[in-house]
């Protein structure tokens, strides 16, 4: 790879768009359902997936329901996306309230 080539890849990558949105995680063998928000939805299941195999899951009772009943009882649902156009300030706001009803809505527990 040419030194321009990695330059205009670089470029690029900095410049992609992120989508803030919010997110369920649902245990199938239980019925259980933890809601997040994320900044970067669009890669919010990589990082949280890779948490949960390390054994280092940022909620307790996700990482022990992980632990008791393996990642194939899992699946990741998007929820909700906030618009492209969104502030930094108001997407923080956004994000919590949206959360909050989803987390009503379906009984959830909150992700932290």
């Known amino acids: 790879m040419t030194r321009p080539d990695r330059k205009a890849l670089i470029a690029a990558y900095k410049d992609r768009k992120t989508i803030a949105g919010v997110f369920a995680v649902i245990c199938g063998a239980t019925g259980e359902v933890w809601v997040g928000a994320s900044r970067h939805i669009d890669t919010q299941q990589n990082g949280l997936w890779f ?44 994000l919590k309230s949206r959360a909050a009803l989803w987390t009503a809505r379906l009984d959830a527990r909150k992700l932290l």
């Open 51 to 94: 948490s949960l195999r390390l054994g280092s899951g940022r909620t307790p009772s996700l990482q022990a329901a992980w632990a008791e009943h393996g990642e194939d009882a899992f699946r990741f649902e998007q929820l909700d996306r906030l618009p492209e156009d969104t502030s930094a300030l108001a997407r923080d706001t956004e």
